[in-house]
Each structure stands twice: as C-alpha cells, then as structure tokens.
C-alpha cells in the first residue's frame, strides 16, 4: 500500500502564488509516476500537471506559464508550484500516483486526500 499526504493549500488572493507538496510512503516500489488533479465544485476531476514517459511535465492548457510540477526523489515527494493564482483556480487538489510501463498502468493506483486551495478576486 502507498500513502499519499498533500500539503500547501490555503487561501490566496488573485495574483499570489502557493507550494503544494505531496510525500509519498509506504511500499514507494509500488509507483513510478506522480502528477497533480484538481476538482472544483460542479465540475469532473482533471489533470492539473504530471511527468511524462519522456521525462518531461505537461499541464493543462489553463495552468500552462503558471504552474511547475516539480519532485524531489530523495524524499518521494512531489511539488506543484502555482505561481499568478485565478479564481478559476479554487479547487480541492490530489496528488496521484502509479506505476507505468512505457505508458501501461500496473498493478494499483493512489490518491491523496486533496488540500483545498481558494483563490480570492
């Protein structure tokens, strides 16, 4: 099993910047991979920002220029810096994580419980 515990969320005005953080424990063999998801009232869960098979990170097209998914191996965590902060970006955040293969999912994947960011006009 793997745990998954989100920090950083709070309250921000528009323009302000916040650092979610993500540690991973437990059986970390388990999952190779680790990205951010976002859920705001009314509206489906999306991918906020991840790791590719490449190596390199993607983003939704809203966040793109704003946010930076970042890790630090040594302590299996993953960050997400939210820099010039919306309104639109209000939401309740969830570190994910799982093991892929060239893509392929294997075996389980985890959640986080989500820390809430509220982003004020």
């Known amino acids: 099993q793997v745990q998954l515990v989100e920090s950083g969320g709070g309250l921000v005005q528009a323009g302000g910047s916040l650092r979610l953080s993500c540690t991973a424990s437990?059986?970390?063999?388990?999952?190779?991979?680790m990205g951010w998801y976002r859920q705001a009232p009314g509206k489906q869960r999306e991918l906020v920002a991840t790791?590719?098979?490449?190596?390199?990170?993607d983003y939704t097209d809203s966040v793109k220029g704003r946010f930076t998914i970042s890790r630090d191996n040594a302590k299996n965590t993953v960050y997400l810096q939210m820099n010039s902060l919306k309104p639109e970006d209000t939401a309740v955040y969830y570190c994910?994580?799982?093991?892929?293969?060239?893509?392929?999912?294997?075996?389980?994947?985890?959640w986080g419980q989500g820390t809430q960011v509220t982003v004020s006009s």
């Open positions: 790791f590719t098979s490449g190596g390199s990170t």
């Open positions: 437990g059986n970390i063999f388990s999952i190779n991979n």
């Open positions: 994910h994580a799982d093991r892929r293969i060239r893509s392929v999912l294997l075996g389980n994947d985890y």
